[in-house]
């Protein structure tokens, strides 16, 4: 066989490539081509190179037999990262939790201020706008009829909520409260109590308390809280025992795939 080795100018500094010529045998003039780390380590395919060098630099665009990079396919990935940034920009999922309140004209006179970015301009605010919002009485309704499913298209089975509570107001279900409790989990910082006035069972529409979801009022025991903490334990339980074997799957899939390329390159330079 015919070794000849050089300096690697694709790669970083101390990487060296061979290529091997074989004399005889059914593959006379065929070659073979290795790659050598600085250090004198082997490397006889391009997954093999990659896993080595990790995030140091990027091989989608590199030659193994040549060692060059190909211009026409470095610029091909750069226009599909930079198509694929303004698709990720376009298609931004909207994550607002705000809730479905009607979206009308006011009818109040508001005062406008231009804004710009001249530091003598003042922008002009009103306290009891933002303290003071309107809320449309029971727009928990309007989350009744609306189910969850998966990715199976099967429905997923709603949450069991505890006994202490108890729904109040017209046409409120399980589903319909579950939805405005976790609402209300999600856009308010005050602490979730239901409705404390009594008299919101008898005239709900003058008596009820809109920054709170329609519940009667509640307390949570301490054991309650020790059965959640349970649950919580239970559940990141199986999560880490399903990352730990999907984890040694990886390990094991690469393994078994390295064993297999060393087989075949070991069978080749036998030929």
């Not at 065929?30 to 060098?53: C, E, H, I, M, N």
């Amino acid at each position: 066989m015919e070794k000849k080795r050089w300096d690697c100018s694709a790669l970083p500094k101390g990487w060296q490539i061979e290529e091997v010529t074989r004399k005889s045998g059914l593959s006379a003039g065929k070659s073979d081509v290795y790659y050598y780390s600085p250090t004198g380590k082997k490397f006889r395919s391009k997954p093999q190179l990659a896993r080595y060098l990790g995030n140091q630099m990027d091989l989608s665009s590199f030659d193994f037999r040549t060692g060059k990079m190909l211009m026409s396919k470095l610029n091909k990935n750069r226009q599909r990262l930079r198509y694929d940034n303004n698709n990720q920009t376009k298609g931004k999922p909207d994550l607002n939790t705000s809730l479905p309140v009607r979206q009308t004209a006011s009818i109040f006179k508001q005062p406008v201020t231009k804004v710009t970015n001249h530091p003598s301009n003042k922008v002009k605010t009103d306290p009891q706008k933002a303290v003071d919002q309107p809320k449309q009485l029971f727009w928990e309704k309007k989350l009744g009829g609306l189910n969850a499913f998966d990715i199976a298209e099967e429905l997923v089975k709603t949450m069991d909520l505890p006994k202490g509570l108890q729904g109040v107001g017209p046409g409120c279900t399980d589903k319909t409260l579950l939805s405005a409790i976790a609402s209300a989990l999600h856009t308010s910082a005050a602490p979730i109590t239901g409705q404390l006035s009594a008299a919101v069972e008898k005239n709900p529409g003058v008596w009820l308390n809109t920054t709170q979801p329609l519940c009667k009022a509640f307390i949570v025991t301490d054991e309650d809280i020790r059965k959640q903490e349970e649950l919580v334990y239970s559940v990141r339980k199986k999560l880490e025992e399903a990352l730990m074997a999907d984890m040694l799957a990886h390990v094991q899939e690469a393994a078994s795939e390295g064993d297999s390329l060393n087989e075949g390159n070991d069978d080749m330079e036998t030929v």
